[in-house]
């Protein structure tokens, strides 16, 4: 990246905040053009503050940023560019965009001033915020698409140690995909996850989040975590509380 502006404008992902003294709160945010960045937001915490809404996790906004001291920006003004008010009101739809920007948080910052990941970043948000869609396979298509878009896409058409056409019966993140029975090490993989991930990585996505809850779901959400732990080395918070194991049917926030 060349040298840090003074002054900048830009589009950007909320990807979390948190508090700062007594009532300001620090924002990190993914911008389209400059990357990964943390900026004050002064008073915000305070009931008059006119930007306090627009810095909720998951907004996406305009922002008008001053350099501050160190890494710090301060920001002058935020504005959300669309509201995404089908994302914010339902549960499982808001587990889902907190594992997004989670992940997106977990990249690691000299990748990040990248537009494209911005690009997927606001997609998988609005694809949230679509009823059309379900919300479960979501965040599980979204950190395969991540995981091909930084090359490293699992290997899900032969035994990714021997080449064998199959049956495939294992997955394993740390090796690189599927695996055959003789070659098996990771998760059991059953027939219908491995469908699953082959249409999701082989762009069936659309048709895919369409289906409520297609056998296999809870599977593939959870190899999809694996594999994204897997390649960030790190174990990830939020990302695991999609994993549907008991179908959350939480009413709607207010
Ligand atoms: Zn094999």
Redesign the pocket.
Known sequence: MSATPKELADEAVVLRTYKSGESDRVVVLWTRHHGKLRALAKGVRKTSSRMGGSLEPMGHVKVDLIKGRGELFITKNVAHLERMSNLRSDYQRIAAGLAVVEVIDAIPTDESADEGIFEMLVRVLRTLDNTDFHPELVAASFFFKLLAYDGSEPVVDH??????PGPLVAFNAEVGGT??????SGSALSADALMLIRRILGGDLASVLREDAPPGSGEVMSLSHDAIEAHFGKRLTVSRSTAPLAPLRTPPLP
């Open positions: 035994c990714v140690t021997c080449a064998s695996l055959c029975v003789n070659c098996r």
